[in-house]
């Protein structure tokens, strides 16, 4: 009973963590555009992202307002919990139909995900800049330029975090091919991931692709209700069974 308990528990996790991160995405776009942009900027069609200036950079870090850059970042950055609870209840999906094709899913995501809190917390850990003194401002630029230019490990740590979003392209690919979940789920949350990996730092865009994300991730909320929570043994072992 137990352990039927905490499968359930578990279970409820997953699904929530599935809805929640891409909702996370949302907020923080949608922030992060307003803080670096306007609302005008929102509807501007840009298919190539062109860094800020390191000036604009400084003027971030250095904002009064955490909106401008810090409490985005910072809301993806404390959301990543939820984003491996969402993979693993992703995969698992998947696994019955197609073990090795979740396990390769759920890994690269996992692993991506780690990454992506090493990036997300290099950019925030770039804020303290923000807080020298306002003469010492002119000869941190050159600083600011170079730790903010995509190369050497931040680079590297940006890229790996990219598997992030390819681990949930994989897993939403297999899903679709078994039916496992409505073809409609799965071409959204594949649609969603395959436009935040092609116009990665595009906001707006990102914005489309985190929304058709959380469309597609939205039934899940169902599944809980019409699942018989109960231990059955086969050759994959203990599984959850449906009414």
């Not at 359930?8 to 555009?33: C, E, N, W």
Request: glycine share 8%.
């Amino acid at each position: 009973m137990n352990n039927q308990k905490a499968i359930k528990t578990l279970y409820r996790i997953g699904v929530l963590s599935s809805i929640i991160f891409p909702a996370t995405l949302i907020v923080s776009f949608i922030i992060h555009h307003m803080g670096e942009y306007s609302m005008a900027d929102m509807i501007k069609l840009k298919l190539i992202y062109i860094p800020p200036s390191p000036e604009r950079f400084m003027e971030l870090f250095s904002s009064n307002s955490n909106l401008d850059f810090i409490i985005p970042h910072l809301i993806i950055y404390l959301a990543i919990p939820f984003g491996i609870s969402a993979v693993i209840y992703f995969g698992y999906l998947l696994f019955e139909k197609k073990p090795w094709l979740s396990i390769i899913g759920t890994s690269l995501s996992i692993t991506g995900i780690v990454f992506m809190g090493g990036v997300f917390g290099s950019w925030l850990s770039f804020t303290a800049i923000g807080n020298i003194n306002a003469e010492l401002v002119p000869g941190v630029i050159d600083v600011i330029e170079e730790l903010t230019k995509k190369q050497g490990m931040l680079l590297l740590s940006s890229l790996l975090a990219g598997l992030s979003l390819l681990g949930f392209m994989i897993i939403a690919a297999g899903l679709f091919y078994t039916k496992v979940i409505p073809r409609w789920q799965s071409a959204f949350i594949f649609a969603g991931n395959a436009i935040i990996i092609f116009f990665m730092d595009i906001d707006n865009l990102m914005l489309v692709g985190s929304i058709l994300w959380f469309t597609g991730a939205l039934p899940f909320l169902k599944i809980p209700n019409t699942i018989r929570y109960q231990r059955t043994t086969g050759k994959s072992g203990t599984v959850l069974a449906q009414e």
